[in-house]
Each structure stands twice: as structure tokens, then as C-alpha cells.
């Protein structure tokens, strides 16, 4: 059964960069023709689809972030990546990694449970 | 840009009765590219409908959608306890947009 896990620190300063890596377990990233993704949520808020890859490296970035973010994959850990530079307040959310269907980058078909990154001094 | 309303924010509703949730687009979703989440809280999302109609793997046949170009439909056939929770629309053709959400709450 398919399992993604998020995981990194909790608390960014504003104009760092957000790093989290989500953990695959029941399939392989490099074995698999889905695409891997980053989809947030702010506090009280909707959702907003980040971007995805696949694992040999074809990336697909929302265009309202896309100056600011980079996703990338290990496959030796089966893990994937989100970096979000010169972060602020406003990209406080619950972030959800996920799998998304073949040439559907957006369509995420499983999800994580998510974690709450907080911006702030 | 493309805009994706939902309606109504909320749903009063009992198990048992049927719930209708809408989608509308600004402008037509191409391909039909439009797909349905359930999201419950602390909880991932979960893909109910993707290609405006087609339900997703594992997803009881009480869950039914429609729709093509600007309006589409989620309907709950008989609403069960575990249903009750937000659901998004998502157009997931460029531009890839959420809805604002649709919060269906116990009666």
C-alpha cells in the first residue's frame, strides 16, 4: 500500500528557504511512471498545487511560484524534495506531498497527511 | 485567468438525504480536466472524480459527477457519517487551480 510521509523543520525565518523531503514507502519512485508533488494548503485558506517531476527529471511548477521553487528526487532514499526560497508569512501552510497520475501533473492521486510549516522570526 | 466557484460554502445536510455540490468555471475547462477531492480535517485529501466523471479507485458508486466546459457536479447519492468533510474542485489542465471548497456539515 502506497504511503507518503512529509517531513522538516516546523519554522522558517522569513527570506530562507523552506526545505521538506517526502518518504515513499509501497512503490518506487524510479520504478513508476507518476509524477511526485508538492501541493499546500495556508491556515483557513484553499488549496494551491505547487509542482511535480518525474523521477528521471521532466518538472512541472505552478506559475505563481515558479521563480521561487524547486522540486527534485533521490531515488537511492525513494524520497523527494521541496525548496521554496526567500520564504515569507504568506507561505505559512500545511504542505502535502504526493503522487501524481502519468501525464497529469497536477492530479494527485495519493496524498500525505501533511505538515504545518510556520514562517516567522 | 481561470477561476474555479464553488457552491454553496456550506451544506446542511443528514445522512441519509443526497447532497449537490457545484463547480463553475470562469472560463471552459479544457479536456474535461476537472476532478473532485474529499478532505477531512488532519486527514490527507483524497481524489474522489477525475475527468469530470470517471471515479477514482476505491470510491463507492454513492459518489457520482458531471459536467464539461464551465459547470460541473458532485453529487452524494446517500450521504454516509464518514462523508461529511470539505470538497474541493480542481481543474488540473493549466492553469492548475483549486476551487474555494465546499464544507458539507452535519444536519
Known amino acids: 500500500q502506497l504511503q507518503l510521509q512529509e517531513s522538516g523543520p516546523g519554522l522558517v525565518k522569513p527570506s530562507e528557504t523552506l526545505s521538506l523531503t517526502c518518504t515513499v514507502s509501497?512503490?518506487?519512485?524510479?520504478?513508476?511512471?507518476?509524477?511526485w508533488g508538492w501541493i499546500r494548503q495556508p491556515p483557513g485558506k484553499g488549496l494551491e498545487w505547487i509542482g511535480s517531476m518525474y523521477y528521471n527529471g521532466g518538472t512541472y511548477y505552478n506559475p505563481s511560484l515558479k521563480s521561487r521553487v524547486s522540486i527534485s528526487v533521490e531515488t537511492s532514499k525513494n524520497q523527494f524534495s521541496l525548496n521554496l526560497r526567500s520564504v515569507t508569512a504568506s507561505d505559512t501552510a500545511v504542505y502535502y506531498c504526493a503522487r501524481a497520475r502519468p501525464r497529469a501533473a497536477a492530479l494527485s492521486e495519493s496524498w500525505g497527511q501533511g505538515t504545518l510549516v510556520t514562517v516567522s522570526s | 485567468e481561470n477561476v474555479l466557484t464553488q457552491s454553496p460554502g456550506t451544506l446542511s445536510l443528514s445522512p441519509g438525504e443526497r447532497a449537490t455540490l457545484s463547480c463553475r468555471a470562469s472560463?471552459?475547462?479544457?479536456?474535461?480536466?476537472l476532478a473532485w477531492y474529499q478532505h477531512k480535517p488532519g486527514q490527507a485529501p483524497r481524489l474522489l472524480i477525475y475527468?469530470?466523471?470517471a471515479r477514482a479507485t476505491g470510491i463507492p458508486d454513492r459518489f457520482s459527477a458531471s459536467g464539461s466546459g464551465t459547470d460541473f457536479t458532485l453529487t452524494i447519492s446517500r450521504l454516509e457519517p464518514e462523508d461529511f468533510a470539505v470538497y474541493y474542485c480542481q481543474q488540473y489542465g493549466s492553469p492548475y487551480i483549486f476551487g474555494g471548497g465546499t464544507k458539507v456539515e452535519i444536519k
Open positions: 472560463q471552459s475547462v479544457s479536456s474535461n480536466y
Open positions: 475527468g469530470a466523471s
Open positions: 509501497g512503490d518506487s519512485i524510479s520504478g513508476s511512471s507518476y509524477l
